[in-house]
């Protein structure tokens, strides 16, 4: 049985309604859809307001800005880093350093194993004891009683030569035939044995009293010498286990740490253990486009600003432009001193860096800041102003001191060489990432 015969249709007036009330639905939410997916983007994709902003000056002190570049710092090239290597090929024992630890003149950065040099510089103690004993026996000469034990030996064989001559004698006088040839023959060859082993007595006795020969002391001393320079040369050795920080009349900081505890240390293909270099003598690297680069000049003042410290600005100077160009990068390196670093800036930190046409002045009579009226805020009547550091915006309290023209003067709050925003104040919140016009 089809049920749908007994459905009862509805007017057309009514289907009709609810065809509209259907549309509108999906129209609303289309609209709520794009509207929610607009938002998204734009929350995952702000897009950096642009904005315009002067350069806090004081009267006697202006700072002209030419441009600002990024780039990065770095250690005083060529000059630093310093590297510090081994002299010896040995295991790394010990290490003492970290990265980014103060050193000061002389102090211990690491030690190699010096079991085995210890071992071979006792032997070589020991043979200079053994060469030093030989050579003083030989300028010494015989001791008395080998004198004498060799005068005692001597007097017995010249004894023994007497009676053999004695019976010899005795022999060859008897009448023919009372003795035969042998016995006779006998006689004479044990007195010729008795008179060669006192004559080679009598020789050595001789020698032992005249004492050692002057080549026999040339060869002892030569032998002492040798050895000698054994322990000089291996005393040398041990000290280079033991690596120290180079002399210095400032704290020199490490760099970068290049081996790790027992490894294998080959003075000729990998000697480096550490790196340092001087926290006093800084410099920033900026890769300057093409079309920027004309603008800079060696010696021109520069303002040196990190993200991980944009309250503080270091002075600089633009050391030199390098002569090649980055062909990929359509750019040029240039190098700025800093003249004025501290103990919060570090190689590879990233950095902003303004390019100035003037220098301030060396000893500015009227340090007087003066800013933009327009760039004034107040709040609670407390003054303010926006301040661009490192592409975000802060909030800066300062104290006004009356107007001049169309500018301000400010007597607190404000240093030269900070930048104040201009533009789109009321768009502006603390924080907030903005791109410099």
């Known amino acids: 049985m089809n049920l ?11 289907a009709g309604r609810k065809l509209w009330k259907t549309g509108l639905s999906c129209v609303i939410c289309l609209a709520i859809g794009f509207g929610a ?42 000059a630093w880093p310093l590297v510090v290597s081994a002299r010896i090929s040995e295991r790394l024992d010990t290490l003492s350093v970290r990265q980014g630890q103060t050193l000061k003149s002389g102090q211990t950065i690491a030690t190699l194993y010096d079991k085995d040099v210890r071992t071979r510089l006792a032997l070589a103690e020991a043979e200079v004891d053994a060469a030093d004993k030989n050579l003083q026996k030989l300028k010494a000469g015989y001791r008395k009683e080998d ?8 007097d017995e064989a010249v004894e023994i030569e007497r009676i053999a001559k004695a019976n010899y004698e005795r022999s060859k ?92 240390i080959n003075a000729s293909k990998a000697p ?19 079309a920027s680069i004309k603008s800079v000049v060696v010696g021109m003042p520069a303002i040196v600003v990190t993200e991980a410290n944009p309250e503080r600005r270091y002075s600089g100077t633009v050391l030199r432009v390098e002569p090649l160009a980055e062909l990929a990068k359509n750019t040029v390196t240039v190098r700025v001193r800093i003249n004025d670093p501290d103990e919060l800036l570090f190689p590879e930190m990233v950095a902003r860096i303004t390019f100035l046409s003037e ?19 107040v709040d609670n009547g407390k003054s303010y102003v926006y301040v661009m550091d490192a592409a975000r915006v802060r909030r800066q309290n300062v104290t006004t001191d009356g107007v001049v023209g169309a ?10 060489g900070q930048r104040v925003i201009t533009s789109h104040l009321a768009s502006l919140q603390p924080g907030m990432v903005v791109q410099e016009k």
């Not at 004198?147 to 001597?154: F, G, M």
């Not at 001789?206 to 032998?223: L, S």
């Open 407 to 416: 500018q301000t003067r400010i007597s607190g709050g404000l240093q030269s």
């Open 4 to 14: 749908n015969r007994l459905k009862i249709p509805e007017p057309a007036q009514h």
């Open 147 to 154: 004198i004498d034990a060799a005068n005692a030996r001597l």
């Open 359 to 377: 220098a301030p002045t060396s000893a500015p009579a009227d340090q007087t800041i003066l800013i933009p009226t327009i760039a004034l805020q």
């Open 173 to 264: 006088a008897l009448p023919d035939g009372a003795i035969s040839a042998e016995s006779l023959d006998n006689d004479l060859s044990t007195f010729k044995k008795a008179s060669a082993v006192s004559a080679q007595l009598r020789a050595a006795l001789a020698k032992m009293k005249a004492g050692y020969r002057t080549e026999d002391i040339a060869v002892a001393q030569a032998k002492l010498t040798a050895a000698q320079s054994r322990v000089v040369l291996t005393q040398r050795e041990l000290g280079y286990c033991t690596i120290t920080a180079p002399e210095s009349d400032r704290p020199l900081r490490v760099l970068r740490v290049l081996h790790r505890i027992g490894e294998w």
């Open 272 to 290: 480096e253990l550490v790196s340092l270099y001087d926290p006093k003598e800084m410099q920033a690297r900026i890769d300057v486009t093409q």
């Open 37 to 78: 997916s607009e938002g998204w983007r734009r929350y995952m994709r702000p897009e950096t307001l642009r904005v315009d902003t002067v350069l806090v000056q004081t009267a006697q002190a202006s700072h002209a800005k030419q441009f600002t570049a990024g780039g990065w710092i770095e250690v005083a090239r060529p």
